[in-house]
């Protein structure tokens, strides 16, 4: 918990932060100053009411001078199971709101509107268990008093909703309008399915109506599993809500949409690409949630062992050519890609990116998104970013010979090209590419590397259960009869995984680096067969492999690693 700043301190840095802002003037602070000596109010209060400045302004003066993250809270969705924290009347006293609890990791966030206010931390803390976390945000007054009318006068549970749109109309101006949206139990029903698909880290929402009911489903750790089923005569509206939170028109039913929104839920920023899609029982939607936090991870976090990690850095290492990451939809090959490039992403570095859509904005790089409206495909966008003095760029994905003509002749100029093709394993990218069109003479030499990736659920630390492997599973693992059986575990199911047995995912890959005896096979067009058979004699190990380590260091199950790569051939 941060130290409590002296009030004369802290006035002063909040009028000189505000002064060297250019926000307010000497005189103005001078006004502020002598109007506390009267009323003993805080000096940022005071200076909103006087109009000196706005209360966003000071929220973000304040948040820089107590170095405590600020938060917006007009544009925040709160979790209902951290307002049911905290009584209303301490809110209202300390002027406090939860935005997020988390059972499982102990952690609760709050909004204040003064994070030094000691005696509302040690009233949180008397009424919380001592082993939560709670972490503070900055809030303007008014916004958190107006936020704690609105949370505890209104229903906040999706059980709660439902009973309430149950009994009442639905009034359609007040889903559209901004004013006073929580009076309206669609929009509080939206939110709180969002909130909630974000705290069971789902990757996708589906809202599938059918003839007489709406399902509603979650994609987590890659499978989709039914969350509720609600009534068909809710769906409308709620696609509405939607719809007008993602910038679609809501006149339009019958053609496929596309939209896009940010969402600050429980104190994250959230971004949401939202699809809608005309059916024979209404409009599909389907929501894909970029959370930024969990979108880009170190490097050294993508799981690789030892011997994979510094092969995937010399392969960054090579200024010039091209690197490509290959798997099937939703195997984590964005996340990859964006990992590289957070690693390389220096100030002497231009880096420029090419993609459809933009999923996670990075700082320093220079990302465009693809659209057709636009008449700006691949192929031209790579020309125009050649004349941008590029030293990386990022291409989407490799899908047509204009586009992988265009990404060759950029690594053939001196430029490092990252993109992604869709095939089955790294060796399959070369065959993939001559069907394309790209000659074998053209990917000998400017190849760097194939990354291919699956990702697999990792087994749930609670309730995984060991068991010695079987007869077939020690031949799986290559490991010779006379050793001795090692335990593996298998899922079981808990309610830490949901009863799942699994919990979270992991990236298994193989990485193939090209050398000049690799790449003279592929100049004289030699078979799969020759060329695999050199790259297993250098060392490359397969999806296989990697997928069987971490069975062995418990991370997943042998039934998750046969679910994404074919094990029959080692049998």
């Known amino acids: 918990m941060n130290q409590p700043i002296a009030p004369g301190t802290k006035r002063r840095q909040v009028g000189q932060i505000l002064i060297s802002q250019g926000v307010i003037s000497e005189d103005q602070l001078r006004i502020g100053l002598l109007e506390q000596m009267k009323s003993n109010q805080p000096i940022g209060r005071l200076l909103v009411s006087l109009g000196f400045v706005s209360e966003a302004t000071l929220r973000e003066a304040i948040s820089e001078s107590l170095g405590h993250d600020s938060i917006d809270l007009t544009c925040t969705i709160v979790d209902p199971e951290a307002v049911k924290l905290i009584p209303r009347d301490l809110a209202k006293r300390h002027l406090l709101l939860g935005l997020s609890y988390s059972a499982s990791t102990q952690h609760l966030k709050v909004a204040l509107a003064d994070p030094n206010d000691i005696v509302a931390i040690d009233k949180l803390r008397a009424l919380i268990s001592h082993e939560v976390h709670i972490e503070t945000f900055l809030a303007g007054e008014s916004e958190i008093t ?10 906040l549970s999706i059980d709660g909703i439902l009973n309430e749109i149950e009994t009442g109309e639905i009034d359609y101006h007040s889903i559209t309008s ?32 059918e003839a007489s009911f709406l399902r509603i489903r979650y994609r987590i750790d890659g499978l989709l599993r039914q969350i509720r089923a609600l009534h068909k005569s809710y769906w409308a509206a709620m696609a509405v809500r939607i719809k007008v939170i993602s910038g679609m028109n809501i006149a339009e039913t019958r053609a496929p949409q596309d939209g896009r929104m940010s969402l600050n839920i429980s104190g994250d920023t959230i971004d949401f690409r939202v699809s809608a899609q005309p059916t024979i029982h209404g409009e599909n939607i389907v929501l894909r949630i970029l959370d930024r936090k969990k979108g880009i991870v170190p490097i050294d976090d993508l799981g690789l062992d030892t011997h994979q990690i510094n092969l995937l850095k010399l392969m960054v290492a090579r200024p010039e050519g091209i690197i490509l990451v290959t798997g099937p939809t939703g195997s984590g090959k964005t996340t990859t890609l964006y990992s590289v490039l957070n690693h390389i992403n220096l100030e002497g570095v231009n880096i420029m990116t090419l993609e459809d859509p933009v999923e996670y904005p990075m700082a320093m790089i220079r990302q465009t998104s693809v659209a057709e409206t636009a008449k700006l495909d691949f192929a031209n966008g790579i020309r125009s970013m050649m004349r941008q003095d590029p030293d ?3 291409v989407g994905e490799i899908r047509d010979e204009d586009t992988a003509d265009m990404a060759f002749r950029a690594a053939m100029t001196g430029h490092q090209v990252y993109s992604t093709l869709h095939t089955s394993s790294a060796l399959g990218a070369i065959p993939r590419l001559l069907d394309i069109g790209v000659l074998p003479d053209i990917m000998a030499g400017n190849i760097i590397g194939i990354v291919a990736q699956r990702l697999v659920r990792r087994l749930c630390a609670h309730c995984r259960k060991p068991y010695p492997a079987e007869h077939h599973e020690k031949k799986l693992l290559g490991i010779p009869e006379a ?27 193989e990485l193939l680096r090209l050398d000049s005896t690799l790449d003279d096979l592929i100049s004289r067009r030699a078979s799969l067969h020759e060329i695999r058979t050199l790259a297993l004699a250098k060392g490359f190990q397969p999806l296989a492999v990697d997928g069987l380590r971490r069975v062995r260091d418990g991370s997943t199950s042998i039934e998750e690693v046969g679910r994404v790569v074919d094990l029959t051939d080692r049998l």
Not at 146 to 155: R, T, V
Not at 178 to 200: C, M, N
């Open 146 to 155: 107006q936020a704690i009318d609105q949370h505890y006068s209104h229903e």
């Open 178 to 209: 901004s004013l006073d949206e929580y009076s309206q139990p669609v929009v509080r029903l939206v939110d709180a399915l969002l909130t909630d698909a974000v705290k069971r880290s789902a990757s996708d929402v589906h809202f599938e109506p």
């Open 392 to 394: 990386v760029i990022l």
């Open 483 to 509: 050793q001795p059986v090692p335990i593996l575990y298998r899922a079981v199911g808990c309610d830490h995984c949901d009863n799942q047995g699994y919990r979270g995912r992991l990236a298994i890959m």
